[in-house]
Protein backbone atom coordinates (compact mmCIF):
# COMPACT_ATOMS: atom_id res chain seq x y z
CA UNK A 1 0.00 0.00 0.00
CA UNK A 2 1.12 3.64 -0.82
CA UNK A 3 1.82 5.61 2.50
CA UNK A 4 -0.30 8.53 1.73
CA UNK A 5 -3.56 8.59 0.28
CA UNK A 6 -4.33 8.28 -3.35
CA UNK A 7 -5.54 11.21 -3.37
CA UNK A 8 -6.61 14.33 -1.71
CA UNK A 9 -8.41 14.10 1.01
CA UNK A 10 -12.10 14.89 0.96
CA UNK A 11 -14.23 16.72 4.55
CA UNK A 12 -16.10 14.78 7.31
CA UNK A 13 -19.43 16.44 5.20
CA UNK A 14 -17.86 15.06 1.74
CA UNK A 15 -18.19 12.28 3.30
CA UNK A 16 -21.69 12.25 4.78
CA UNK A 17 -22.89 12.96 1.52
CA UNK A 18 -21.11 10.05 -0.18
CA UNK A 19 -23.04 7.71 2.23
CA UNK A 20 -26.10 9.99 2.16
CA UNK A 21 -26.28 9.36 -1.83
CA UNK A 22 -25.36 5.66 -1.07
CA UNK A 23 -28.06 5.06 0.78
CA UNK A 24 -30.67 6.40 -1.94
CA UNK A 25 -28.60 4.70 -4.68
CA UNK A 26 -27.96 7.46 -6.43
CA UNK A 27 -25.16 9.89 -7.36
CA UNK A 28 -22.36 7.62 -5.57
CA UNK A 29 -19.30 8.54 -8.59
CA UNK A 30 -19.80 11.65 -8.17
CA UNK A 31 -19.02 11.48 -4.66
CA UNK A 32 -16.18 9.80 -4.76
CA UNK A 33 -14.65 11.61 -7.93
CA UNK A 34 -15.29 15.04 -6.53
CA UNK A 35 -12.43 17.40 -6.25
CA UNK A 36 -10.29 17.92 -3.03
CA UNK A 37 -11.52 20.97 -0.89
CA UNK A 38 -9.20 23.58 -0.90
CA UNK A 39 -9.03 23.87 3.05
CA UNK A 40 -8.00 21.03 5.14
CA UNK A 41 -10.58 18.64 6.30
CA UNK A 42 -12.44 20.14 9.56
CA UNK A 43 -13.11 18.11 12.63
CA UNK A 44 -16.57 18.18 13.50
CA UNK A 45 -18.27 18.03 17.11
CA UNK A 46 -19.67 14.80 18.49
CA UNK A 47 -23.40 16.77 18.37
CA UNK A 48 -23.73 15.27 14.69
CA UNK A 49 -23.63 17.17 11.74
CA UNK A 50 -23.43 21.51 11.22
CA UNK A 51 -25.61 22.22 8.73
CA UNK A 52 -29.26 20.62 8.05
CA UNK A 53 -29.59 17.62 6.37
CA UNK A 54 -29.86 18.26 2.44
CA UNK A 55 -32.70 17.06 0.53
CA UNK A 56 -31.14 13.91 -0.70
CA UNK A 57 -30.25 12.89 3.14
CA UNK A 58 -33.86 13.53 3.93
CA UNK A 59 -35.00 11.64 1.38
CA UNK A 60 -32.38 8.62 2.11
CA UNK A 61 -33.56 8.88 5.88
CA UNK A 62 -37.12 8.84 4.86
CA UNK A 63 -36.64 5.62 3.43
CA UNK A 64 -34.89 3.78 6.03
CA UNK A 65 -38.21 2.45 6.93
CA UNK A 66 -40.06 -1.40 7.66
CA UNK A 67 -39.59 -3.32 4.17
CA UNK A 68 -43.05 -2.27 2.94
CA UNK A 69 -45.18 0.97 3.67
CA UNK A 70 -48.43 -1.27 4.52
CA UNK A 71 -46.33 -3.06 6.76
CA UNK A 72 -45.41 -0.03 8.59
CA UNK A 73 -49.15 1.69 8.95
CA UNK A 74 -50.48 -1.97 9.76
CA UNK A 75 -47.85 -1.90 12.92
CA UNK A 76 -49.03 1.80 14.13
CA UNK A 77 -52.79 0.41 13.83
CA UNK A 78 -51.36 -2.66 16.19
CA UNK A 79 -50.28 -0.20 18.52
CA UNK A 80 -46.55 -0.66 18.21
CA UNK A 81 -44.68 2.46 19.12
CA UNK A 82 -42.02 3.13 16.06
CA UNK A 83 -38.17 3.77 17.43
CA UNK A 84 -34.84 4.83 15.87
CA UNK A 85 -34.54 7.69 13.57
CA UNK A 86 -35.79 7.61 10.88
CA UNK A 87 -38.61 9.72 9.93
CA UNK A 88 -42.17 8.30 10.56
CA UNK A 89 -46.26 9.04 10.46
CA UNK A 90 -46.30 8.22 14.19
CA UNK A 91 -42.96 9.30 15.45
CA UNK A 92 -44.20 11.86 18.06
CA UNK A 93 -45.76 8.78 19.81
CA UNK A 94 -42.37 7.57 20.53
CA UNK A 95 -41.68 10.76 22.41
CA UNK A 96 -40.31 10.29 26.29
CA UNK A 97 -43.07 11.22 29.04
CA UNK A 98 -41.33 14.00 31.43
CA UNK A 99 -37.61 14.69 31.50
CA UNK A 100 -34.88 11.99 32.06
CA UNK A 101 -33.72 11.19 35.58
CA UNK A 102 -31.03 9.12 36.87
CA UNK A 103 -31.66 5.69 38.85
CA UNK A 104 -33.14 2.82 39.47
CA UNK A 105 -32.20 -0.85 37.56
CA UNK A 106 -33.95 -1.67 34.24
CA UNK A 107 -35.08 -5.74 34.17
CA UNK A 108 -35.26 -7.24 31.56
CA UNK A 109 -35.96 -10.52 29.98
CA UNK A 110 -34.09 -12.11 27.36
CA UNK A 111 -34.80 -15.31 25.43
CA UNK A 112 -31.77 -17.52 25.41
CA UNK A 113 -28.59 -17.56 26.82
CA UNK A 114 -24.93 -16.43 25.28
CA UNK A 115 -22.56 -18.78 23.62
CA UNK A 116 -20.19 -16.44 25.38
CA UNK A 117 -19.79 -12.97 26.06
CA UNK A 118 -17.01 -11.64 23.50
CA UNK A 119 -18.07 -8.44 22.08
CA UNK A 120 -16.85 -9.27 18.63
CA UNK A 121 -19.81 -12.23 18.22
CA UNK A 122 -23.04 -10.94 17.29
CA UNK A 123 -24.95 -13.45 18.94
CA UNK A 124 -26.55 -11.53 22.33
CA UNK A 125 -25.43 -8.03 21.64
CA UNK A 126 -28.87 -7.33 23.12
CA UNK A 127 -27.34 -8.18 26.50
CA UNK A 128 -23.71 -7.32 26.16
CA UNK A 129 -23.91 -4.44 23.79
CA UNK A 130 -23.97 -1.39 26.34
CA UNK A 131 -20.59 -2.84 27.48
CA UNK A 132 -19.25 -1.26 24.48
CA UNK A 133 -18.79 1.70 22.05
CA UNK A 134 -17.67 1.81 18.70
CA UNK A 135 -16.20 4.11 16.66
CA UNK A 136 -19.12 5.92 14.66
CA UNK A 137 -22.37 5.72 14.58
CA UNK A 138 -25.29 5.78 11.50
CA UNK A 139 -28.13 7.96 11.36
CA UNK A 140 -31.24 6.49 9.32
CA UNK A 141 -29.95 7.77 6.45
CA UNK A 142 -26.65 5.64 7.16
CA UNK A 143 -24.51 8.95 7.41
CA UNK A 144 -21.28 8.12 9.85
CA UNK A 145 -21.60 10.34 13.04
CA UNK A 146 -18.60 10.83 15.63
CA UNK A 147 -18.59 8.37 18.72
CA UNK A 148 -15.16 7.04 19.99
CA UNK A 149 -13.44 8.80 17.01
CA UNK A 150 -14.27 12.74 16.77
CA UNK A 151 -13.61 13.22 13.18
CA UNK A 152 -12.10 11.90 10.45
CA UNK A 153 -10.34 12.73 7.08
CA UNK A 154 -10.94 10.21 4.08
CA UNK A 155 -10.00 10.56 0.38
CA UNK A 156 -12.25 10.50 -2.35
CA UNK A 157 -12.02 6.44 -3.41
CA UNK A 158 -11.87 5.68 0.77
CA UNK A 159 -8.72 3.49 0.66
CA UNK A 160 -7.67 6.02 3.87
CA UNK A 161 -9.53 7.34 6.09
CA UNK A 162 -7.38 9.08 9.50
CA UNK A 163 -9.54 8.60 12.62
CA UNK A 164 -8.64 11.38 15.25
CA UNK A 165 -10.00 9.41 18.55
CA UNK A 166 -11.51 11.29 20.88
CA UNK A 167 -9.42 12.41 23.94
CA UNK A 168 -9.77 11.17 27.66
CA UNK A 169 -12.06 8.57 26.72
CA UNK A 170 -11.55 5.90 29.52
CA UNK A 171 -12.15 2.08 29.67
CA UNK A 172 -13.78 0.77 32.72
CA UNK A 173 -10.70 0.04 34.29
CA UNK A 174 -9.50 3.80 34.05
CA UNK A 175 -6.73 3.26 31.48
CA UNK A 176 -7.28 5.69 28.47
CA UNK A 177 -8.56 4.72 25.13
CA UNK A 178 -5.59 4.85 22.74
CA UNK A 179 -5.49 4.32 18.93
CA UNK A 180 -3.16 0.75 19.13
CA UNK A 181 -6.18 -0.54 20.76
CA UNK A 182 -8.67 0.50 18.45
CA UNK A 183 -6.11 -1.32 15.68
CA UNK A 184 -6.04 -4.05 17.92
CA UNK A 185 -9.59 -5.03 17.56
CA UNK A 186 -9.81 -4.87 14.16
CA UNK A 187 -6.48 -6.78 13.37
CA UNK A 188 -8.28 -9.44 15.90
CA UNK A 189 -11.20 -9.53 13.74
CA UNK A 190 -9.38 -10.05 10.90
CA UNK A 191 -7.15 -12.73 11.66
CA UNK A 192 -9.22 -15.11 14.69
CA UNK A 193 -11.16 -17.30 12.83
CA UNK A 194 -13.18 -18.40 15.63
CA UNK A 195 -14.73 -14.97 15.73
CA UNK A 196 -18.84 -15.96 14.46
CA UNK A 197 -17.52 -19.04 13.00
CA UNK A 198 -14.65 -17.02 11.31
CA UNK A 199 -17.45 -15.40 9.23
CA UNK A 200 -16.65 -11.80 11.18
CA UNK A 201 -13.67 -11.81 9.44
CA UNK A 202 -15.00 -11.53 5.92
CA UNK A 203 -16.27 -8.27 6.60
CA UNK A 204 -12.39 -6.98 7.40
CA UNK A 205 -11.16 -8.65 4.51
CA UNK A 206 -10.52 -5.03 2.81
CA UNK A 207 -8.26 -4.12 5.41
CA UNK A 208 -4.56 -4.12 4.52
CA UNK A 209 -2.91 -2.02 7.42
CA UNK A 210 -3.94 -0.24 10.27
CA UNK A 211 -1.18 2.99 11.66
CA UNK A 212 -1.12 4.77 14.77
CA UNK A 213 1.03 7.67 14.14
CA UNK A 214 0.30 9.14 17.58
CA UNK A 215 -1.99 8.11 20.38
CA UNK A 216 -5.56 9.56 19.25
CA UNK A 217 -4.89 8.53 15.54
CA UNK A 218 -5.47 5.64 13.71
CA UNK A 219 -4.87 5.57 9.79
CA UNK A 220 -6.74 2.63 7.98
CA UNK A 221 -5.65 1.85 4.55
CA UNK A 222 -7.49 -0.22 2.48
CA UNK A 223 -6.40 -2.67 -0.33
CA UNK A 224 -9.37 -1.31 -2.50
CA UNK A 225 -12.51 1.17 -2.49
CA UNK A 226 -14.71 0.25 0.41
CA UNK A 227 -17.95 1.74 0.06
CA UNK A 228 -19.18 -0.03 3.35
CA UNK A 229 -16.77 0.83 5.45
CA UNK A 230 -18.67 2.84 7.86
CA UNK A 231 -21.41 0.36 7.99
CA UNK A 232 -18.78 -1.80 9.15
CA UNK A 233 -17.22 -0.18 11.84
CA UNK A 234 -20.74 1.43 13.05
CA UNK A 235 -21.45 -2.36 13.91
CA UNK A 236 -17.99 -3.16 15.51
CA UNK A 237 -17.90 -3.13 19.12
CA UNK A 238 -14.61 -1.90 20.54
CA UNK A 239 -13.09 -4.31 23.48
CA UNK A 240 -10.52 -3.56 25.87
CA UNK A 241 -7.70 -5.41 24.44
CA UNK A 242 -6.10 -5.95 28.20
CA UNK A 243 -9.09 -8.32 28.73
CA UNK A 244 -8.67 -11.08 27.33
CA UNK A 245 -12.19 -12.27 25.64
CA UNK A 246 -11.98 -15.76 26.08
CA UNK A 247 -12.31 -14.68 30.26
CA UNK A 248 -16.32 -13.71 29.33
CA UNK A 249 -15.81 -10.93 31.45
CA UNK A 250 -16.50 -8.09 28.65
CA UNK A 251 -14.76 -5.08 29.30
CA UNK A 252 -15.08 -1.70 26.92
CA UNK A 253 -15.35 2.20 27.21
CA UNK A 254 -19.65 1.92 27.05
CA UNK A 255 -21.76 3.40 29.51
CA UNK A 256 -22.27 -0.16 31.28
CA UNK A 257 -19.50 -2.00 33.08
CA UNK A 258 -19.90 -5.55 33.42
CA UNK A 259 -20.96 -7.39 36.94
CA UNK A 260 -21.34 -11.01 36.90
CA UNK A 261 -23.08 -13.43 33.87
CA UNK A 262 -24.49 -16.67 35.68
CA UNK A 263 -24.83 -19.18 33.00
CA UNK A 264 -29.09 -19.62 31.91
CA UNK A 265 -30.00 -17.40 34.40
CA UNK A 266 -28.75 -13.62 34.29
CA UNK A 267 -26.70 -11.06 33.45
CA UNK A 268 -25.48 -8.21 35.52
CA UNK A 269 -24.37 -4.77 34.02
CA UNK A 270 -23.79 -1.16 36.58
CA UNK A 271 -23.84 1.91 35.29
CA UNK A 272 -20.32 3.51 34.62
CA UNK A 273 -19.37 6.28 36.10
CA UNK A 274 -16.72 7.49 34.36
CA UNK A 275 -18.87 7.40 30.72
CA UNK A 276 -17.61 10.10 28.18
CA UNK A 277 -21.27 11.26 27.57
CA UNK A 278 -21.38 13.32 29.97
CA UNK A 279 -24.45 13.07 32.91
CA UNK A 280 -25.22 9.34 31.27
CA UNK A 281 -26.30 6.59 31.09
CA UNK A 282 -29.58 7.61 33.65
CA UNK A 283 -29.64 3.64 34.61
CA UNK A 284 -28.07 2.09 37.72
CA UNK A 285 -27.80 -0.39 36.45
CA UNK A 286 -29.62 -3.40 33.97
CA UNK A 287 -30.31 -6.83 35.30
CA UNK A 288 -31.09 -9.12 32.10
CA UNK A 289 -32.95 -12.42 33.10
CA UNK A 290 -32.35 -15.13 30.87
CA UNK A 291 -35.65 -17.21 29.58
CA UNK A 292 -35.74 -20.30 26.96
CA UNK A 293 -40.12 -19.88 26.99
CA UNK A 294 -41.26 -16.18 25.56
CA UNK A 295 -44.63 -16.65 27.18
CA UNK A 296 -42.70 -16.60 30.32
CA UNK A 297 -41.26 -14.31 29.99
CA UNK A 298 -44.30 -12.25 29.03
CA UNK A 299 -45.89 -13.58 32.25
CA UNK A 300 -43.27 -12.30 34.19
CA UNK A 301 -43.47 -8.58 32.42
CA UNK A 302 -46.86 -8.53 33.16
CA UNK A 303 -46.68 -10.02 36.95
CA UNK A 304 -43.99 -6.96 37.81
CA UNK A 305 -40.86 -8.58 37.67
CA UNK A 306 -39.85 -7.64 34.56
CA UNK A 307 -39.40 -3.84 33.15
CA UNK A 308 -38.75 -4.64 29.65
CA UNK A 309 -38.88 -8.15 27.32
CA UNK A 310 -36.89 -8.21 24.33
CA UNK A 311 -38.61 -10.07 20.97
CA UNK A 312 -41.81 -11.18 22.48
CA UNK A 313 -44.09 -13.21 20.48
CA UNK A 314 -45.92 -11.25 17.90
CA UNK A 315 -49.48 -12.20 19.53
CA UNK A 316 -48.07 -10.96 22.67
CA UNK A 317 -47.00 -7.46 21.42
CA UNK A 318 -50.26 -6.78 20.11
CA UNK A 319 -52.10 -7.83 22.90
CA UNK A 320 -49.83 -5.33 24.96
CA UNK A 321 -49.73 -2.77 23.11
CA UNK A 322 -53.72 -2.21 23.34
CA UNK A 323 -53.20 -1.99 27.15
CA UNK A 324 -51.58 1.45 28.53
CA UNK A 325 -49.91 -0.12 31.49
CA UNK A 326 -47.62 -1.70 28.28
CA UNK A 327 -45.75 -0.10 25.28
CA UNK A 328 -44.82 -2.19 22.27
CA UNK A 329 -41.21 -0.69 20.16
CA UNK A 330 -40.47 -2.04 17.16
CA UNK A 331 -37.45 -1.46 14.93
CA UNK A 332 -38.64 0.33 11.99
CA UNK A 333 -35.04 0.92 10.17
CA UNK A 334 -34.75 -2.73 10.22
CA UNK A 335 -33.30 -4.78 7.59
CA UNK A 336 -33.86 -8.56 8.72
CA UNK A 337 -35.23 -10.85 7.05
CA UNK A 338 -36.26 -14.67 8.31
CA UNK A 339 -34.85 -17.47 5.97
CA UNK A 340 -34.31 -20.89 5.78
CA UNK A 341 -30.44 -21.67 5.08
CA UNK A 342 -29.99 -25.18 2.94
CA UNK A 343 -26.41 -26.75 3.91
CA UNK A 344 -24.47 -27.26 0.41
CA UNK A 345 -21.35 -28.88 1.58
CA UNK A 346 -19.99 -31.95 -0.08
CA UNK A 347 -21.84 -35.24 1.13
CA UNK A 348 -24.48 -32.98 2.71
CA UNK A 349 -27.44 -34.89 0.69
CA UNK A 350 -29.86 -33.72 -1.92
CA UNK A 351 -29.63 -29.86 -0.82
CA UNK A 352 -26.28 -29.64 -2.58
CA UNK A 353 -28.59 -30.33 -5.85
CA UNK A 354 -29.79 -26.61 -6.92
CA UNK A 355 -32.93 -27.88 -8.83
CA UNK A 356 -33.72 -29.80 -5.50
CA UNK A 357 -33.13 -26.73 -3.66
CA UNK A 358 -35.48 -24.67 -5.95
CA UNK A 359 -37.91 -27.24 -5.51
CA UNK A 360 -37.73 -26.55 -1.65
CA UNK A 361 -38.21 -22.91 -1.93
CA UNK A 362 -41.24 -23.14 -4.80
CA UNK A 363 -42.43 -24.95 -1.94
CA UNK A 364 -42.82 -22.34 0.76
CA UNK A 365 -46.05 -20.58 0.96
CA UNK A 366 -44.87 -17.66 2.09
CA UNK A 367 -47.77 -15.54 2.91
CA UNK A 368 -49.54 -18.34 5.10
CA UNK A 369 -46.28 -18.69 7.09
CA UNK A 370 -45.87 -14.44 7.20
CA UNK A 371 -50.18 -14.17 8.09
CA UNK A 372 -49.04 -16.94 10.79
CA UNK A 373 -46.50 -15.14 12.59
CA UNK A 374 -46.72 -11.79 11.90
CA UNK A 375 -50.47 -11.19 11.71
CA UNK A 376 -51.17 -7.56 10.23
CA UNK A 377 -47.50 -6.44 10.75
CA UNK A 378 -45.25 -8.07 8.30
CA UNK A 379 -44.68 -8.67 4.21
CA UNK A 380 -43.40 -12.20 2.23
CA UNK A 381 -40.07 -11.55 0.78
CA UNK A 382 -38.31 -13.12 -1.72
CA UNK A 383 -35.12 -11.42 -1.43
CA UNK A 384 -32.73 -10.37 1.85
CA UNK A 385 -32.41 -6.21 1.31
CA UNK A 386 -35.32 -4.11 1.77
CA UNK A 387 -36.54 -0.96 -0.05
CA UNK A 388 -34.11 1.22 0.62
CA UNK A 389 -30.87 -0.90 -0.35
CA UNK A 390 -29.75 0.37 -3.96
CA UNK A 391 -29.86 -3.60 -4.69
CA UNK A 392 -33.92 -4.04 -3.66
CA UNK A 393 -35.93 -5.09 -6.89
CA UNK A 394 -39.64 -4.93 -5.57
CA UNK A 395 -41.12 -7.04 -8.61
CA UNK A 396 -38.53 -9.95 -7.19
CA UNK A 397 -39.31 -9.51 -3.85
CA UNK A 398 -43.12 -9.51 -4.14
CA UNK A 399 -43.82 -12.01 -6.43
CA UNK A 400 -45.85 -14.65 -5.28
CA UNK A 401 -43.46 -17.88 -5.78
CA UNK A 402 -45.92 -20.47 -4.08
CA UNK A 403 -46.53 -23.16 -6.27
CA UNK A 404 -46.37 -27.01 -5.53
CA UNK A 405 -46.87 -28.19 -9.19
CA UNK A 406 -43.44 -26.27 -10.08
CA UNK A 407 -41.82 -27.75 -6.86
CA UNK A 408 -43.44 -31.33 -7.77
CA UNK A 409 -41.81 -31.11 -11.17
CA UNK A 410 -38.45 -29.38 -10.11
CA UNK A 411 -38.11 -31.95 -7.55
CA UNK A 412 -38.47 -34.83 -10.23
CA UNK A 413 -36.23 -32.76 -12.74
CA UNK A 414 -33.80 -33.23 -9.58
CA UNK A 415 -33.57 -37.10 -9.48
CA UNK A 416 -33.75 -36.62 -5.96
CA UNK A 417 -36.16 -39.53 -4.62
CA UNK A 418 -37.93 -39.92 -1.52
CA UNK A 419 -35.88 -37.14 -0.01
CA UNK A 420 -36.21 -37.19 3.86
CA UNK A 421 -34.55 -33.92 5.37
CA UNK A 422 -34.02 -32.42 9.02
CA UNK A 423 -34.64 -28.60 9.84
CA UNK A 424 -33.27 -27.43 13.25
CA UNK A 425 -34.84 -24.30 14.92
CA UNK A 426 -34.58 -22.46 18.31
CA UNK A 427 -36.34 -23.66 20.81
CA UNK A 428 -36.63 -20.03 21.91
CA UNK A 429 -38.52 -19.31 18.64
CA UNK A 430 -41.76 -21.54 18.66
CA UNK A 431 -43.07 -18.79 15.85
CA UNK A 432 -40.49 -20.75 13.70
CA UNK A 433 -42.07 -24.45 14.72
CA UNK A 434 -45.46 -22.91 13.86
CA UNK A 435 -44.17 -22.35 9.94
CA UNK A 436 -42.42 -24.79 9.71
CA UNK A 437 -45.20 -27.26 10.41
CA UNK A 438 -47.16 -25.87 7.62
CA UNK A 439 -44.33 -26.66 5.39
CA UNK A 440 -43.61 -29.83 6.60
CA UNK A 441 -47.62 -30.11 5.17
CA UNK A 442 -46.94 -29.05 1.98
CA UNK A 443 -43.71 -30.99 1.75
CA UNK A 444 -45.34 -33.94 2.12
CA UNK A 445 -47.84 -33.44 -0.47
CA UNK A 446 -45.10 -33.93 -3.16
CA UNK A 447 -43.09 -36.27 -1.64
CA UNK A 448 -40.82 -35.02 0.82
CA UNK A 449 -40.10 -36.09 4.26
CA UNK A 450 -39.59 -33.57 7.30
CA UNK A 451 -38.32 -33.80 10.61
CA UNK A 452 -38.46 -30.53 12.58
CA UNK A 453 -36.06 -30.49 15.14
CA UNK A 454 -36.62 -28.06 18.57
CA UNK A 455 -32.68 -27.16 19.68
CA UNK A 456 -31.54 -25.45 23.18
CA UNK A 457 -30.35 -21.56 21.89
CA UNK A 458 -26.92 -21.96 22.45
CA UNK A 459 -26.45 -25.89 20.65
CA UNK A 460 -28.66 -23.68 18.01
CA UNK A 461 -26.54 -20.84 17.86
CA UNK A 462 -23.19 -23.44 18.02
CA UNK A 463 -25.05 -26.05 14.83
CA UNK A 464 -25.56 -22.50 13.23
CA UNK A 465 -22.37 -20.41 13.12
CA UNK A 466 -20.10 -23.33 12.73
CA UNK A 467 -22.02 -24.65 10.16
CA UNK A 468 -22.61 -27.87 11.85
CA UNK A 469 -26.55 -28.76 10.54
CA UNK A 470 -26.85 -31.93 7.99
CA UNK A 471 -29.80 -29.89 6.07
CA UNK A 472 -31.70 -27.08 6.63
CA UNK A 473 -31.97 -24.53 9.51
CA UNK A 474 -34.43 -21.67 9.82
CA UNK A 475 -32.46 -18.16 10.49
CA UNK A 476 -32.48 -14.40 10.46
CA UNK A 477 -30.49 -12.48 8.17
CA UNK A 478 -29.70 -9.00 9.03
CA UNK A 479 -28.41 -5.75 7.49
CA UNK A 480 -30.76 -5.94 4.73
CA UNK A 481 -30.95 -1.66 5.05
CA UNK A 482 -27.22 -1.25 4.70
CA UNK A 483 -24.68 -0.85 2.00
CA UNK A 484 -25.27 -3.76 -0.51
CA UNK A 485 -21.30 -4.67 -0.28
CA UNK A 486 -22.58 -5.39 3.43
CA UNK A 487 -23.55 -8.77 1.91
CA UNK A 488 -19.93 -9.70 0.88
CA UNK A 489 -19.39 -10.32 4.80
CA UNK A 490 -23.06 -11.53 5.66
CA UNK A 491 -22.89 -15.23 7.34
CA UNK A 492 -25.67 -16.65 4.95
CA UNK A 493 -24.58 -14.77 1.44
CA UNK A 494 -20.86 -14.40 1.82
CA UNK A 495 -18.93 -16.20 -1.00
CA UNK A 496 -16.08 -15.87 1.28
CA UNK A 497 -17.29 -18.10 4.08
CA UNK A 498 -21.10 -19.08 4.77
CA UNK A 499 -22.72 -21.28 7.00
CA UNK A 500 -24.32 -23.18 4.23
CA UNK A 501 -20.93 -23.52 2.60
CA UNK A 502 -21.66 -22.50 -0.92
CA UNK A 503 -18.88 -21.76 -3.15
CA UNK A 504 -18.89 -20.62 -6.79
CA UNK A 505 -16.26 -18.92 -8.98
CA UNK A 506 -18.92 -17.01 -10.79
CA UNK A 507 -20.61 -16.29 -7.19
CA UNK A 508 -17.04 -14.73 -6.06
CA UNK A 509 -16.72 -12.61 -9.09
CA UNK A 510 -20.19 -11.06 -9.27
CA UNK A 511 -20.01 -10.35 -5.10
CA UNK A 512 -16.54 -8.97 -5.83
CA UNK A 513 -18.48 -5.96 -7.38
CA UNK A 514 -20.93 -5.73 -4.27
CA UNK A 515 -17.55 -5.18 -2.39
CA UNK A 516 -15.50 -2.54 -4.05
CA UNK A 517 -17.63 -1.25 -7.05
CA UNK A 518 -18.30 2.90 -6.97
CA UNK A 519 -19.42 3.65 -10.16
CA UNK A 520 -23.10 4.20 -10.09
CA UNK A 521 -24.31 2.52 -13.43
CA UNK A 522 -21.70 -0.53 -13.03
CA UNK A 523 -23.42 -0.95 -9.08
CA UNK A 524 -26.87 -1.38 -11.06
CA UNK A 525 -25.52 -4.06 -13.21
CA UNK A 526 -23.30 -6.18 -10.24
CA UNK A 527 -26.80 -5.40 -8.05
CA UNK A 528 -29.27 -7.08 -10.64
CA UNK A 529 -26.69 -9.93 -11.57
CA UNK A 530 -25.84 -10.11 -7.98
CA UNK A 531 -30.24 -10.63 -6.67
CA UNK A 532 -30.73 -12.93 -10.34
CA UNK A 533 -27.51 -15.20 -8.90
CA UNK A 534 -28.82 -15.96 -5.34
CA UNK A 535 -32.33 -16.37 -6.32
CA UNK A 536 -30.94 -18.78 -8.79
CA UNK A 537 -28.86 -20.60 -6.96
CA UNK A 538 -31.10 -20.91 -3.76
CA UNK A 539 -29.28 -21.90 -1.24
CA UNK A 540 -31.00 -19.29 1.23
CA UNK A 541 -34.91 -19.14 1.21
CA UNK A 542 -35.99 -15.62 2.26
CA UNK A 543 -39.31 -15.82 3.62
CA UNK A 544 -40.70 -12.65 5.36
CA UNK A 545 -39.48 -9.16 7.17
CA UNK A 546 -39.04 -9.53 10.49
CA UNK A 547 -40.44 -6.90 13.49
CA UNK A 548 -37.72 -6.26 15.98
CA UNK A 549 -39.40 -5.27 18.82
CA UNK A 550 -39.42 -4.56 22.56
CA UNK A 551 -42.66 -4.81 25.03
CA UNK A 552 -41.77 -2.96 28.43
CA UNK A 553 -43.92 -1.43 31.36
CA UNK A 554 -45.25 2.54 30.55
CA UNK A 555 -42.51 3.54 33.13
CA UNK A 556 -39.74 2.75 30.80
CA UNK A 557 -38.88 5.71 28.90
CA UNK A 558 -35.67 6.13 26.09
CA UNK A 559 -35.45 2.83 24.78
CA UNK A 560 -34.42 3.38 20.63
CA UNK A 561 -33.04 1.16 18.15
CA UNK A 562 -30.02 1.63 16.24
CA UNK A 563 -29.06 1.49 12.20
CA UNK A 564 -27.41 -1.99 13.27
CA UNK A 565 -30.05 -3.22 14.68
CA UNK A 566 -29.34 -3.46 18.66
CA UNK A 567 -31.37 -1.62 21.40
CA UNK A 568 -29.53 1.31 22.92
CA UNK A 569 -30.11 1.68 26.72
CA UNK A 570 -28.02 4.82 26.86
CA UNK A 571 -30.51 7.50 26.67
CA UNK A 572 -32.98 4.95 28.69
CA UNK A 573 -34.62 6.12 32.17
CA UNK A 574 -37.72 4.80 34.35
CA UNK A 575 -39.71 6.95 35.29
CA UNK A 576 -40.96 7.22 39.26
Given amino acids: MPSEPRDAPVSRRAALRFFAAAAAGLALLAACRSPAPTSAPTSVPASGPTTPPSAAQSTAGATAAPSSPAAADRAAQAGFVPAGVATSSTASAAA ?3 QPRSGGTLRVGN ?19 PVFDRLVDLDASLQPHPALAESWDVNSDFTQITFHLRQGVNWHSGRELTAEDVAWNYNRIKGDPKIDGGIKANFFVPVGSLETPDKYTLVLKA ?15 ILDPQVPPEQNKPAGTGPFTFVEWVQGDHFTLKKNPNYWQSGKPYLDGIEIKIFSDPQSMVSQLEGGALDLAIQPLIRDA ?24 AQTRDGAGPTTNKTFRQALNASIDRQRWTDTVLPGVGSPKNLPVVQSNPAYDAALDQANTFDLD ?3 TLLSQSGVSSPQLDVIYSSASPDYQNVLQIWQQDLAKIGVTLTLKSTEPVAYVDQLFNSRFGALIGGNSLFGQLHPAFF ?3 AYYSPGKNWANFQSDEYSTIADGLLKETDPAKQKQVYAQWIAFINDQAWVFPWSNTVPRAASSAKVQGLTYNMTEFLMPNDSWLTG
Avoid at 111 to 129: F, S, T
Avoid at 223 to 237: I, K
Avoid at 330 to 341: A, D, E, H, K, M
Fill in 96 to 98: PQG
Fill in 111 to 129: LGDLPNADGHWINGQNVIY
Fill in 223 to 237: TQPWPAVFNVLAWTN
Fill in 318 to 341: IRLAKDNKYQVVYNQNSGSVNVIL
Fill in 406 to 408: KAR
Fill in 488 to 490: WGN
